[in-house]
């Protein structure tokens, strides 16, 4: 059992990654510590009482979140959903999570590198699910015989680029929420026999 020290320790530092990444997502990771300290209503040492450094702090909320995102990818590969679903699972966790995401896929070398690494690592492990699933619709017959790679990037290049032109697309609503059916329909279109 924890003790409450335990307790409040922990809930600290979950208050403390929310707010970051809340932060992160509005105004980007150039966002000082110091304001994210503020924010949450601790001092600036509690940040760093709970995250070495500053790279830690964006590891842990990086991490976190591409770890939820390949946790959710290995479950559906593991019931043998249809390649549609997995699209729409994709979309609504990205949707869920659009401005951060868009503020990761575009400041994402500006990071430092062991920041970077952690998304790459990530990135890969919904890669190797997304593959795996393109693999078995391959075999079975219901999509074209194309390089898996290729699959997973031409389906990330449709999301990105719609993200990085949100302003030209979707000014004043979430761009991916307005474009979900057609990116999926459009990419299921070019893959399937």
Not at 141 to 169: C, Q, S
Request: hydrophobic share 40%; glycine share 4%; with cysteine.
């Amino acid at each position: 059992m924890k003790s409450k020290r335990q307790i409040q320790k922990e809930t600290t530092r979950q208050k403390i990654m929310d707010t970051a990444y809340r932060i992160y997502a509005k105004e980007g990771f150039s966002a000082s510590t110091a304001r994210i300290a503020k924010e949450a209503g601790v001092s600036h040492g509690t940040v760093f009482s709970h995250f070495q450094s500053l790279n830690d702090l964006l590891e842990c909320i990086i991490g976190e979140f591409q770890i939820s995102l390949a946790a959710e990818f290995h479950d559906m590969a593991e019931l043998n959903i249809s390649v549609s679903d997995f699209l729409d699972t994709h979309l609504r966790i990205l949707i869920e999570h659009e401005d951060f995401y868009l503020r990761l896929i575009t400041e994402r070398s500006l990071l430092p590198e062991e920041v970077q690494y952690v998304y790459a690592d990530n990135q890969s492990a919904i890669a190797h699910h997304f593959n795996l699933l393109m693999s078995r619709e391959m075999k079975n017959g219901t999509i074209k015989e194309i390089p898996v790679h290729m699959l997973f990037n031409t389906w990330l290049g449709m999301i990105h680029y719609y993200l990085w032109n949100k302003d030209f697309f979707s000014p004043d609503e979430q761009v991916l929420a307005r474009y979900a059916g057609e990116l999926k329909h459009t990419f299921l279109s070019l893959i399937r026999k």
